[in-house]
Every structure is written in C-alpha cells, then in structure tokens.
C-alpha cells in the first residue's frame, strides 16, 4: 500500500526556516517524480517543486526559486523540503505528492499534508 506521511510543519517568523519531512511506504521514492504542493485557505492547490526520478533534476516554482530545496533520501525512502527565507505568502497546508508537476496536482498519491504558517 502506498503511503505518504509529511511532518516538520509549524509556526515561524518571516525570515526563517523549516524542514518538512515526507516519509514514503508501499514503493522506492528514487524510482518516481516525487513533487511538492502546497493549499493556502481559500485556494486551490499550487504546485512547489518536483524531484525528478533517479538522478533527474529538481525543478521550482517561481515563487520559490532560490529559497527552498527539495531532495531525496534513498536510504530512508523520505523526501525532504528545506524552506529558508520564509514569507508570509508561504503560509498553506504542504503536501507530498508521488507524482510529476501535473499529475500532483490531479489525482496522483498524496499525503495528509502538514500546516506551515509564517507569520510577521
């Protein structure tokens, strides 16, 4: 069975960091694109960041070029989110998806996602 559990949510000034965690069941994160999104109240789903599989390239939105880095553990099958410099804007509920930067936005695996909320 697949699943995905994310943590390492929670409140931070503007200006600081987190790291969220994406622990993966059921399959082998190196051998999929494994992405990011993020909900924000009221929105609809915006896509992050994607990993792509194996050694592939990660790519990033625009709005957060520069200040966050996604990457893979193989060891621990876990993907991970290293958000610095963190703006209010980037307040939303954070998912990880098994999937590529359409299909995370569809109907691909995610996880419950994990609240991050950066405040003034």
């Known amino acids: 069975e697949v699943q995905l559990v994310e943590s390492g949510g929670g409140l931070v000034q503007s200006g600081g960091s987190l790291r969220l965690s994406c622990a993966a069941s059921?399959?082998?994160?190196?051998?999929?694109?494994m992405s990011w999104v993020r909900q924000a109240a009221g929105k609809g789903l915006e896509w992050v960041t994607t990993v792509r599989k194996g050694l592939g390239p990660t790519y990033y939105s625009d709005s957060v070029q520069g200040r966050f880095t996604a990457s893979k553990d193989v060891a621990k099958n876990t993907m991970y989110l290293q958000m610095n410099s963190l703006k209010i804007e980037d307040t939303a509920v954070y998912y990880c998806?098994?999937?590529?930067?359409?299909?995370?936005?569809?109907?691909?695996?995610r996880g419950q996602g994990t609240q991050v909320t950066v405040s003034s």
């Open positions: 059921g399959f082998t994160v190196r051998n999929y694109d």
């Open positions: 998806a098994r999937g590529d930067e359409i299909c995370s936005l569809g109907d691909c695996y």
